[in-house]
C-alpha cells in the first residue's frame, strides 16, 4: 500500500529542504528511513545508480522501460545487471508492441511524432507502473543539458503524486567515472563508442568528443526530452 498524496507532498518539502547538500548516499537512506516504497528507473546508460542504491537498499526494485526499440547492447547490460546486482529487474512493456504500434498509429511513429512514440512506449508505461511505489529515483544529473541545470535533489512528482529522487543531480562526469572505476561497473559498452547519452536506437545518434552529451538523441530536432521527466 503506498502513501497518502499529503503525506508525500509534506515528505518531499522537508526532504529538499534537509537534503539541498547530502551525498547520494544520504539521499538513498532517507528515503528508506522515510518509509517509502522506492523504485529506481534504470535506463541502462550506465549503472551508477542502480549499483549505489542496491548498497543502500538490496534487492530494491529497478525499472527498465523496454520500448522494443533499444540497443543489443542497453539489453545486454540490463541482463548483466539483473545476474551480477543485488537488485529485483523489473522490465516494463508498453501496452502495445511495435508491430502493433506499426498497424494502429503506421510503421516508424518515431519519424513523424516521436512525442506520441515516446508517450505511448516510455511515459504511459511509467506512469502506470509507478501507481505501486511511493517514490522513483532516476541518474538525472545538472551537468547533462540545460534543460537539467535545476534539476532538485527531491521533488513531488506532480504529474504521478509521488516523490522524485535525483541522488545524482549534482555529480559530474568525473564523480560517475570515478565511482564506475572504484565499484568495476558493468557498462554499456556504447558509451565508448561515442554515445554519451543512450535511448531508443531509431533516436539516437553518435556525438563528436566535447559536445553536449545529449545532442545525440533526437538530434535534427527541437525534442530534448522524452516526456517522462516533464
Ligand atoms: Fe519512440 Fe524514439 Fe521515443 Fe524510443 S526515443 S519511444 S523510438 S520516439
Redesign the pocket.
Known amino acids: 500500500m503506498t502513501l497518502a498524496e499529503a503525506r508525500l507532498r509534506e515528505l518531499a518539502t522537508d526532504g529538499a529542504a534537509s537534503l539541498a547538500d547530502a551525498t547520494a548516499e544520504e539521499i538513498m537512506h532517507w528515503a528508506v528511513d522515510s518509509g517509502l516504497r522506492l523504485a529506481v528507473a534504470g535506463s541502462m546508460q550506465d549503472t551508477v545508480l542502480v549499483h549505489l542504491a542496491s548498497t543502500v537498499l538490496p534487492g530494491v526494485e529497478v525499472l527498465f522501460l523496454d520500448?522494443g526499440?533499444h540497443f543489443p547492447e542497453t539489453l545486454q547490460t540490463r541482463d548483466r545487471v539483473a545476474a551480477s546486482y543485488r537488485v529485483h529487474l523489473r522490465t516494463i512493456t508498453p501496452r502495445q508492441t511495435v508491430p502493433e504500434q506499426d498497424e494502429e498509429h503506421g510503421v516508424a511513429?518515431?519519424e513523424r511524432d516521436?512525442?506520441l512514440?515516446?508517450a505511448?512506449?516510455?511515459t504511459q508505461p511509467l506512469d502506470e507502473v509507478l501507481d505501486e511505489y511511493d517514490a522513483w529515483a532516476t541518474g538525472m544529473r545538472r551537468v547533462e543539458s540545460e534543460s537539467r541545470r535545476d534539476t532538485p535533489v527531491v521533488s513531488f512528482d506532480e504529474r504521478r503524486d509521488k516523490i522524485k529522487l535525483a541522488p545524482l543531480a549534482t555529480w559530474t562526469d568525473d564523480d560517475v567515472a570515478a565511482y564506475i572505476e572504484k565499484h568495476q561497473l558493468i557498462s554499456n559498452p556504447l558509451l565508448a563508442q561515442g554515445y554519451p547519452s543512450i535511448?531508443?536506437?531509431?533516436?539516437?545518434r553518435r556525438v563528436a568528443a566535447g559536445a553536449d552529451a545529449r545532442s545525440g538523441?533526437?538530434a535534427g530536432t527541437d525534442k530534448t526530452e522524452?516526456g517522462i521527466h516533464l
Open positions: 520500448t526499440y511513429l518515431h516521436p512525442d512514440c515516446c505511448l512506449r516510455k535511448g531508443c536506437a531509431p533516436c539516437t538523441r533526437w522524452c
